[in-house]
Nanobody, 115 residues
Framework: QVQLVESGGGLVQAGGSPRLSCAAS????????IDWFRQAPGKEREFLAR???????NYADSVKDRFSIDRDNAKNTVYLQMSSLKPEDSAVYYC?????????WGKGTLVTVSS
């Protein structure tokens, strides 16, 4: 019922500025907090950014100066605008939400940053 679908990943050069999208369905989107995480091979899943239903945002210190989370409630979509990408940003990027004490994750979109 709940579905989160990430898109926008791919191969980018260092310094690039892609925008990722997370399209949600099956949830009261306008009432839901949406998060972005990423996971690189051999690493734990890392919190990146959070957008509350009214647009209050929080960021991990590691990306707060380069990444920006935005939401469009009319489109049931959350975006992660990234800039100045580095090879160490290469990872699978996931969106996440919680509802009725359950966690929901998308399948992820792979971002590969070349040097």
């Amino acid at each position: 019922q709940v579905q989160l679908v990430e898109s926008g990943g791919g191969l980018v050069q260092a310094g690039g500025s892609p925008r990722l999208s997370c399209a949600a369905s099956g949830i009261p989107f306008s009432l839901s907090t949406i998060d972005w995480f990423r996971q690189a091979p051999g690493k734990e899943r890392e919190f990146l950014a959070r957008a509350s239903p009214i647009g209050i945002t929080n960021y991990a210190d590691s990306v707060k100066d380069r990444f920006s989370i935005d939401r469009d409630n009319a489109k049931n979509t959350v975006y992660l605008q990234m800039s100045s990408l580095k090879p160490e940003d290469s990872a699978v990027y996931y969106c996440h939400t919680s509802r009725s004490f359950n966690d929901y994750w998308g399948k992820g979109t792979l971002v590969t940053v070349s040097s």
